[in-house]
């Protein structure tokens, strides 16, 4: 009887979850081994296992080939066998939950507001709740950071270099080996900025533990104690995934960690208000460590979410509005938890991160150095993309070569420690070989700088009061004249770069009317080991971002740029030439990096402005920007798409991208039926329940379509779909099983206590997989059930998409991605189904090969070269 309803071909069927295992030996053997695969999870797939220590053995492309880590934005990424395999164990979501009749009843029941009030509600407290942990991470990151420089700076007053470096390093290494430790050893998957994973969830991709409370507490504190020993990272990242977190924890009330489940707001426990919240908890993690709301509902639209509404942009900028304020509220009372008796009064100096005062005017000249800023800001941040990712690669290598798993997690742990110790005793002793430099300004409206000065009045050249003496004299101040103020006092400029917080050292850099603070030696000097350090710490086993760090990178090359120009053609503070500031070129030398690396575009440009406050700079800002954007893309992938890559997450793009022989293809010149996966296995409305067993047991197939028998000729029409996980279900729901005999007679009503409900169908996972996996083999091998079937009726998702064979491919991706599909059915003109699509047939590897399949197989019948599909340069997709 199974071989009536199952139709199936293991080897060409590639649903979602495609790879079914294959096991050898006796009966009894294979028997065991399945139930031990399926005992795992509850499906026949072995879920991914830990990024970090993941290794492909089967790669042997050359350092850059293209492809791989080396690849343009029109270059579709190569996997290998390996890495396709453990693209096929993820499993994908559908963006809007199933529509089926237990759906329908339950939504029945759901309060409806006219005017989303609770939405808005929602929106509010989730922003709220990000904001308060915004501040905490901020103050304890400061606070561990005072604690540290304070006293080794004491020490190097003190002549005391030994203990200085001493008590840094031990200092930075017990918080490193805390940070470092709780994710390695307690949740693995806290580890990173968390982006690339939050990305591919809300593209449709289901990644495990990366919304759990264990996660969160993890992530939190692993921040906290790596950004504030002075680990070269930021915490921008772990704050996006934080932010996720709580949107996606506080929307639907729920732990299953803590085993809590609240009667409340159960409407919003659907698929699409859940990815609803994280993209808006995410935006709002932006908002709160930049304190740029309208930053942070860029960042979410343009790089994290895949799915948007114009109602959605209002609702998420107001849980951006939210956060911002809280924690612009909270800031204002307190710095480093002392109250500061000044609770609502939002200084600038604390709601601008860095905050500039003093704008330039822009002149026309200005856009050919912000050109070559551009220029150099997509090719530093093509190169750290590869860098990063070789590291990456590298670390598995390495660990792979280390068999036992205690041995791996001890590599894991003494990494970061290294960068540490590396990174203090660089800070400490480096500023030692550069000689102490003296304060300068110009005594006059006009003239040379003059060593010596502090400030005058009558010119705005000067250099920053804030800057660190390290070993020099601090000397005394006094004044000349009503408008001259002198010293002969020097400082540090290689210490005022790599002493404090990341921020302090960019806002250094961002400093206008400070010509002259900083010189080509200290710069050349720390731009190298910053751009090796973060692109090396920041793919360690911590929780940390690199935003501040590319801050400071971009900032760097763009203030030598802004020197540059000061040698070649003066000091000029006003007239025609006074936009010649090395502060601006630093600051849009960040936004080329930031843009070079991320290939964001507005939100970078915003990001930057509200950062800073210089709406003055907007233009040369955007132009550093776009070209940044042009020049990478030539190179790279951005770089969280290229870790998706690298982590074998399977993501979507906006726009399908395949090149075939070095030339773009039109995909509106291929049919659905060109890269359908077929025959397809199906189930019937009414389905044998050892039919159903033998099905999940032989297959891992996230989803099946649904077919029905009628009209004259008695063929198989498509009726819907079901997924894996809702067959499970119901398969361990006994009551719902009767006689075959009583299929005409049976009659299936929602009042029917049987029926299952919508928030046992509503689950991510199965709680219980043992106990699904014994069940599902007693069906198989217990006679009682050969005769039971099951009325599949009321839980077949009745708005399932079918498409017909020769819908247009560019028509089908389109319809996939903006839906959030599954799963998507081919049919014929009868309505019966041929084929199906999966997220998997439409990534750029799939369809790149399934594509040239059909070239060469029209080559084979037309006896010549058919390359009708794939357009020429001018004819992109």
């Given at each position: 009887m199974a071989n009536e309803y199952i139709r199936m071909d293991q080897e060409n069927t590639a649903m979602d979850g495609d790879v079914t295992p294959t096991v050898r030996g006796s009966s009894t053997t294979v028997t065991n081994r399945m139930k031990k695969v399926l005992g795992k999870s509850g499906t026949m797939n072995d879920q991914p296992s830990d990024d970090s220590t993941r290794y492909h053995t089967d790669d042997e492309y050359s350092f850059l080939a293209a492809g791989r880590d080396y690849e343009s934005m029109n270059t579709t990424h190569k996997y290998t066998d390996q890495e396709r395999l453990t693209l096929a164990a993820y499993e994908s979501l559908d963006?809007?939950?199933?529509?089926?009749?237990?759906?329908?009843?339950?939504?029945?029941?759901?309060?409806?507001?006219?005017?989303?009030?609770?939405?808005?509600?929602?929106?509010?407290?989730?922003?709220f709740t990000i904001g308060v942990i915004g501040f905490l991470l901020h103050q304890l990151i400061e606070k561990i950071a005072d604690v540290k420089w304070e006293i080794t700076q004491k020490y190097i007053e003190d002549g005391e270099f030994s203990l200085a470096c001493l008590f840094a390093t031990g200092y930075s290494v017990a918080f490193i080996i805390f940070s470092a430790g709780i994710v390695i050893y307690l949740r693995p998957c806290a580890g990173g900025s968390g982006i690339p994973e939050i990305t591919g969830f809300l593209n449709g991709t289901n990644v495990r533990h990366i919304f759990n409370i264990k996660t969160m507490v993890v992530k939190f504190f692993s921040c906290v104690t790596c950004v504030g020993c002075g680990l070269p990272v930021g915490p921008e990242g772990p704050m996006i995934h934080l932010g996720a977190l709580v949107g996606a924890g506080l929307s639907q009330f729920r732990s299953e960690t803590l085993g809590i489940k609240l009667p409340i707001l159960e409407k919003f426990r659907t698929s699409e208000a859940r990815r609803n919240f994280i993209s808006a908890g995410a935006a709002a993690g932006v908002a709160s460590a930049f304190g740029a709301p309208v930053g942070g509902l860029l960042f979410s639209m343009e790089e994290v979410s895949s799915f948007w509404t114009v109602t959605l942009s209002w609702q998420i900028f107001f849980c951006c509005i939210v956060s911002t304020f809280t924690t612009d509220l909270f800031n204002s009372a307190f710095m480093d938890f002392d109250y500061t008796g000044s609770f609502g009064k939002f200084k600038t100096n604390r709601y601008i991160l860095f905050e500039i005062d003093q704008g330039v005017d822009v002149n026309i000249v200005m856009f050919l150095p912000t050109l070559i800023i551009g220029i150099i800001g997509g090719l530093l941040g093509a190169a750290f993309t590869i860098l990063n990712l070789k590291i990456t690669r590298f670390r598995k290598t390495v660990l792979y070569k280390v068999k036992r798993d205690w041995a791996q997690k001890l590599i894991k742990l003494l990494e970061p420690c290294l960068i540490m110790v590396i990174v203090t005793i660089f800070s400490i002793l480096i500023p030692a070989a550069f000689t102490c430099t003296q304060f300068t300004c110009i005594e006059g409206q006009t003239g040379d700088a003059v060593k010596g000065c502090f400030n005058d009045t009558r010119n705005a050249l000067h250099v920053d009061e804030y800057v660190i003496r390290y070993t020099c004299p601090q000397g005394t101040i006094w004044r000349s004249s009503n408008t001259t103020v002198l010293t002969n006092g020097t400082y540090n400029e290689v210490a005022s770069l790599l002493f404090g917080t990341l921020e302090d050292a960019v806002t250094f850099l961002f400093s206008r009317d400070t010509h002259l603070e900083f010189n080509y030696p200290a710069l050349f000097s720390v731009l190298p080991f910053y751009f090796i350090a973060v692109s090396w710490a920041c793919s360690t086993a911590v929780a940390c971002g690199a935003l501040v760090p590319m801050l400071m990178v971009g900032a760097i090359y763009g203030r030598i740029v802004g020197r540059l120009m000061v040698s070649m053609f003066g000091l000029h503070q006003t007239g025609y030439w006074e936009w010649m500031d090395p502060g601006a070129f630093a600051l849009i030398g960040a936004a080329s990096f930031f843009g070079g690396v991320t290939r964001l575009t507005l939100a970078t440009?915003?990001?930057?402005?509200?950062?800073?406050?210089?709406?003055?700079?907007?233009?040369?800002?955007?132009?550093?920007?776009?070209?940044?954007?042009?020049?990478?893309?030539?190179?790279?992938?951005?770089?969280?798409?290229?870790?998706?890559?690298l982590k074998c997450i399977p993501f979507l793009d906006p726009e399908p991208r395949v090149t075939i022989d070095k030339k773009m293809v039109n995909l509106e010149l291929f049919q659905a039926a060109d890269i359908m996966s077929h025959p397809v296995v199906t189930v019937q409305t009414h389905e044998h329940v050892q039919t159903l067993a033998q099905l999940m047991t032989d297959s891992s197939h996230g989803g099946f379509p649904v077919i029905k028998k009628g009209g004259s000729d008695d063929e198989e029409h498509f009726y819907g779909m079901i997924t894996r996980l809702e067959l499970t279900v119901i398969m361990m729901n006994e009551d719902l099983f009767f006689p075959a005999a009583e299929i005409n007679d049976h009659y299936s009503s929602p009042d029917d206590p049987s029926w299952i409900e919508f928030d046992q169908l509503n689950i991510h996972k199965v709680q219980n997989p043992e106990e699904i996996s014994d069940k599902l083999f007693k069906y198989l091998h217990d006679s009682k059930y050969k005769d039971l079937v099951i009325d599949l009726n009321p839980y077949i998702n009745q708005s399932a998409l079918a498409i017909p064979e020769k819908f247009s491919l560019k028509r089908t991706y389109v319809i996939f991605r903006t839906l959030g599909l599954r799963h998507l059915t081919v049919i014929d003109n009868n309505n019966i189904v041929k084929g199906i699509i999966t997220r998997k047939d439409l990534m750029g590897f799939s369809l790149q090969e399934r594509l040239t399949n059909r070239l060469i197989l029209n080559h084979t019948l037309n006896g010549r070269v058919e390359m009708t599909p794939v357009a020429s340069d001018s004819n992109f997709v």
């Amino acid at each position: 009887m199974a071989n009536e309803y199952i139709r199936m071909d293991q080897e060409n069927t590639a649903m979602d979850g495609d790879v079914t295992p294959t096991v050898r030996g006796s009966s009894t053997t294979v028997t065991n081994r399945m139930k031990k695969v399926l005992g795992k999870s509850g499906t026949m797939n072995d879920q991914p296992s830990d990024d970090s220590t993941r290794y492909h053995t089967d790669d042997e492309y050359s350092f850059l080939a293209a492809g791989r880590d080396y690849e343009s934005m029109n270059t579709t990424h190569k996997y290998t066998d390996q890495e396709r395999l453990t693209l096929a164990a993820y499993e994908s979501l559908d963006y809007l939950p199933s529509h089926n009749d237990i759906y329908k009843k339950w939504i029945k029941h759901q309060r409806i507001s006219s005017y989303q009030l609770d939405v808005w509600a929602l929106m509010g407290f989730i922003g709220f709740t990000i904001g308060v942990i915004g501040f905490l991470l901020h103050q304890l990151i400061e606070k561990i950071a005072d604690v540290k420089w304070e006293i080794t700076q004491k020490y190097i007053e003190d002549g005391e270099f030994s203990l200085a470096c001493l008590f840094a390093t031990g200092y930075s290494v017990a918080f490193i080996i805390f940070s470092a430790g709780i994710v390695i050893y307690l949740r693995p998957c806290a580890g990173g900025s968390g982006i690339p994973e939050i990305t591919g969830f809300l593209n449709g991709t289901n990644v495990r533990h990366i919304f759990n409370i264990k996660t969160m507490v993890v992530k939190f504190f692993s921040c906290v104690t790596c950004v504030g020993c002075g680990l070269p990272v930021g915490p921008e990242g772990p704050m996006i995934h934080l932010g996720a977190l709580v949107g996606a924890g506080l929307s639907q009330f729920r732990s299953e960690t803590l085993g809590i489940k609240l009667p409340i707001l159960e409407k919003f426990r659907t698929s699409e208000a859940r990815r609803n919240f994280i993209s808006a908890g995410a935006a709002a993690g932006v908002a709160s460590a930049f304190g740029a709301p309208v930053g942070g509902l860029l960042f979410s639209m343009e790089e994290v979410s895949s799915f948007w509404t114009v109602t959605l942009s209002w609702q998420i900028f107001f849980c951006c509005i939210v956060s911002t304020f809280t924690t612009d509220l909270f800031n204002s009372a307190f710095m480093d938890f002392d109250y500061t008796g000044s609770f609502g009064k939002f200084k600038t100096n604390r709601y601008i991160l860095f905050e500039i005062d003093q704008g330039v005017d822009v002149n026309i000249v200005m856009f050919l150095p912000t050109l070559i800023i551009g220029i150099i800001g997509g090719l530093l941040g093509a190169a750290f993309t590869i860098l990063n990712l070789k590291i990456t690669r590298f670390r598995k290598t390495v660990l792979y070569k280390v068999k036992r798993d205690w041995a791996q997690k001890l590599i894991k742990l003494l990494e970061p420690c290294l960068i540490m110790v590396i990174v203090t005793i660089f800070s400490i002793l480096i500023p030692a070989a550069f000689t102490c430099t003296q304060f300068t300004c110009i005594e006059g409206q006009t003239g040379d700088a003059v060593k010596g000065c502090f400030n005058d009045t009558r010119n705005a050249l000067h250099v920053d009061e804030y800057v660190i003496r390290y070993t020099c004299p601090q000397g005394t101040i006094w004044r000349s004249s009503n408008t001259t103020v002198l010293t002969n006092g020097t400082y540090n400029e290689v210490a005022s770069l790599l002493f404090g917080t990341l921020e302090d050292a960019v806002t250094f850099l961002f400093s206008r009317d400070t010509h002259l603070e900083f010189n080509y030696p200290a710069l050349f000097s720390v731009l190298p080991f910053y751009f090796i350090a973060v692109s090396w710490a920041c793919s360690t086993a911590v929780a940390c971002g690199a935003l501040v760090p590319m801050l400071m990178v971009g900032a760097i090359y763009g203030r030598i740029v802004g020197r540059l120009m000061v040698s070649m053609f003066g000091l000029h503070q006003t007239g025609y030439w006074e936009w010649m500031d090395p502060g601006a070129f630093a600051l849009i030398g960040a936004a080329s990096f930031f843009g070079g690396v991320t290939r964001l575009t507005l939100a970078t440009t915003v990001i930057m402005m509200e950062l800073t406050n210089d709406v003055q700079v907007l233009l040369p800002v955007m132009v550093s920007v776009m070209v940044a954007k042009w020049v990478g893309d030539f190179f790279t992938h951005p770089i969280y798409h290229a870790l998706l890559e690298l982590k074998c997450i399977p993501f979507l793009d906006p726009e399908p991208r395949v090149t075939i022989d070095k030339k773009m293809v039109n995909l509106e010149l291929f049919q659905a039926a060109d890269i359908m996966s077929h025959p397809v296995v199906t189930v019937q409305t009414h389905e044998h329940v050892q039919t159903l067993a033998q099905l999940m047991t032989d297959s891992s197939h996230g989803g099946f379509p649904v077919i029905k028998k009628g009209g004259s000729d008695d063929e198989e029409h498509f009726y819907g779909m079901i997924t894996r996980l809702e067959l499970t279900v119901i398969m361990m729901n006994e009551d719902l099983f009767f006689p075959a005999a009583e299929i005409n007679d049976h009659y299936s009503s929602p009042d029917d206590p049987s029926w299952i409900e919508f928030d046992q169908l509503n689950i991510h996972k199965v709680q219980n997989p043992e106990e699904i996996s014994d069940k599902l083999f007693k069906y198989l091998h217990d006679s009682k059930y050969k005769d039971l079937v099951i009325d599949l009726n009321p839980y077949i998702n009745q708005s399932a998409l079918a498409i017909p064979e020769k819908f247009s491919l560019k028509r089908t991706y389109v319809i996939f991605r903006t839906l959030g599909l599954r799963h998507l059915t081919v049919i014929d003109n009868n309505n019966i189904v041929k084929g199906i699509i999966t997220r998997k047939d439409l990534m750029g590897f799939s369809l790149q090969e399934r594509l040239t399949n059909r070239l060469i197989l029209n080559h084979t019948l037309n006896g010549r070269v058919e390359m009708t599909p794939v357009a020429s340069d001018s004819n992109f997709v």
